[in-house]
């Protein structure tokens, strides 16, 4: 089974990477999910929450029911619910609402004990212990580190009980339990999660503890933002993670892992792999303490840490130790991303781009063409009129018009237009990133159906197709019937999909349009 | 309503005429009606497939507009204007004291070419291939009658 555990902001959008990926059809059978951040209720966590109950719809509605070969929202997900407690996407913080680092440590309390009181004061600042950590760590790993690592005594606890329970169990099968911590290691929480919450998951295998296999997604600065010139006042300013700290921060980690591998004692050294990922440009997002206005826009770094993941999971020995990756400096003018430049050991890369490029046209295509259609009253009054409606659901007494098919075909509107291709649009809004076609990409609500075959990099500027909508809907009609879903609004999408394949045969893979 | 004679019957419509002329007669415009009807319904055909091919599909409403290659149907009134004239131009020359007029027979030979053409051209749109697949049913008029009456 594999874990996914998310620490931070930029944690918590690798995980909704992920579940972009999951949706996909490019996750793995199954998902456990983690989401460590003190600040619970930044923008970043409310979109990904919102993103999770989202896919489960999607799992509930699709999966299992798409036919052979297609897997859209086949990852189940464990939220290591509780019976009795709130379902959903759990958040782990290591303090309280309110709570500062001195009541976190019980400093106060140093007094009566034989520890000096001033003992604290090598290792934080006055203003750190003092620090609100409400909104997180801002910044700060060492005091995230030391909250982080009482996890130990949160065992007991849930979600720890359950998922310490749920990893002893995976390690009783011969597959083993996969464990893939993400965050970055420039900011607060993210970099004060890792080391700790490796070792502490290294303590919890009782038998096998080789089964257990961990990895760290860490992500280097990739965006940037000035505290003092979005007019903060001075004493939060201060306090708040500060850009131009974040070379000198992931150094500081860099040294940190590099120092903890070279002079790793038997099983001291958590990490089965470590992936590193980065961009050399940082991109420079408005700058928010915390709370509902940390909404960072997703970054493609993020998609190469979800990548990473879901290849640990398929294949957790194929990286040993640490290997790194980012932007692809030899492009013209910028460092760029292409497809090859993806990092994944799966040999099938194209496999990937296939995928992507599947349930991005099959998403295109429901918004702006299909989804309308078996909407119209006219398909009930006349269904022989699309041959496919009629072939595969009129007349075997399907129809796409009952309470539950609307019901699905809503959600796909909802999923692609809230959440999928503005999650493609924010990682194109990035100039550097050459995977699709922002030009097609309309800003991320609809999709340039006129550019359907034109949906990869580069932009051929001036192009215009009115007639490739057309040219899938002909090839909806080409696929054969055995390939199908189990009725209803599933047969729909796994219809979507294989003309999406055949399209893609047709008007991408043999005009050449590789990369 | 004597007069309207069909042109096909192996008597000639007058006993005056001679048996041999009306042989020859009925011979030759049935060659122009096999002619016109073969003519006229490759032309439709050929139309019909042409403009069914030009015709795409762009906005969701496209699939129920009118499906105007059927139009060329309507070209089938071609080969049955053409028989009956002809046979209307010959009758009149091969028989040109004949007592009865040669309206009957035109007017037969002209409705049963335009049939003919109508009923070919339409069955060859039901052929594999003839009607792209994105509009398969939509020249299917009769099934739809009776799917009609079934529900």
Known sequence: MNTLICAGGSGVRV??????????????????????????????GAR??????????????????????????RTELDLLDVGGRAAGLKTWSPVEKGQKLREVLNVDLLDSTSTPPDLIRLFFTTEELKMDLTQGFRGHPSVGAAAMSLVTLKTGDQPWRQLIEKVRGDLARDE????FLAGSVFGGTGA???????????????????????????????????????????????QAAKAERFPLATRSAVDFYE???VNAVEGSWPFNAFYWMGDDAPLSVPYAPGGPDQKNPSHFVELLTALAALDFFETPGAVQGSVYSGSNGTGEDEASLEWRDLPLVRPDREGVRVGLLRFFLAGAVHLGFTGPLVRLPDIERSPYRVPWYWERFASKGDRLSTEESQASLDFLDR????????????????????????????????IRLDRLANLLWPDRAGESDPDAIDAFYTEMMNVPRKQGGAGGAAAYLALLAHAADRFIDNRYTKTGSKE | MKELQA???????????????????????FGWLVGSVLVGAALIIGLYMWQSRKLTVRSPRDPFARFVPMRWLWLSALPGIVAGVIYAIRYATVFPSAAIGSMGGALSAGVISALTTFAISQIAMWLPGVTP?????????????????RT
Not at chain 1, 205 to 216: G, H, S, T, W
Request: hydrophobic share 45%; charged share 25%.
């Open chain 1, 48 to 73: 990904v929450t919102t993103l999770v109950e989202s896919y489960l719809e999607g799992h509930r509605r699709f999966a299992g029911r798409l036919g052979d070969g297609l897997h859209f929202f």
């Open chain 2, 133 to 149: 697949r994105k509009f398969l049913y939509h020249p299917r008029w009769p099934w739809r009658l009776f799917a009609r009456r």
């Open chain 1, 259 to 261: 120092h903890l591998r």
């Open chain 1, 192 to 238: 004060a999660t890792f080391y700790p919450i490796a070792r502490f998951l290294r303590s919890v295998p009782e038998v096998n503890p080789d089964r257990l296999k961990i990895a760290a997604g860490a992500l280097s600065p990739y965006f940037r933002f000035e505290a003092a010139a979005a007019g903060v006042d001075s004493a939060v300013s201060r």
């Open chain 1, 15 to 44: 995980l909704e990477a992920v579940l972009q990926l999951c949706a996909a059809g490019l996750g793995p059978a199954s998902l456990r999910l983690l989401v460590i951040d003190p600040d619970s209720a930044n923008g970043n």
């Open chain 1, 415 to 446: 999923f692609f237009r809230d959440h999928h291709f503005p999650w493609w649009s924010d990682l194109h809004g990035h100039n550097a990133v050459r995977l699709f076609n922002r030009a097609a990409l309309n800003g991320g609500k609809d």
């Open chain 2, 7 to 29: 042109f096909w019957v192996s008597r000639p419509p007058d006993p005056t005429m001679s048996f041999d002329l009306w042989r020859g007669f009925r011979t030759e415009v």
């Open chain 1, 176 to 179: 083993g339990a996969r464990v």
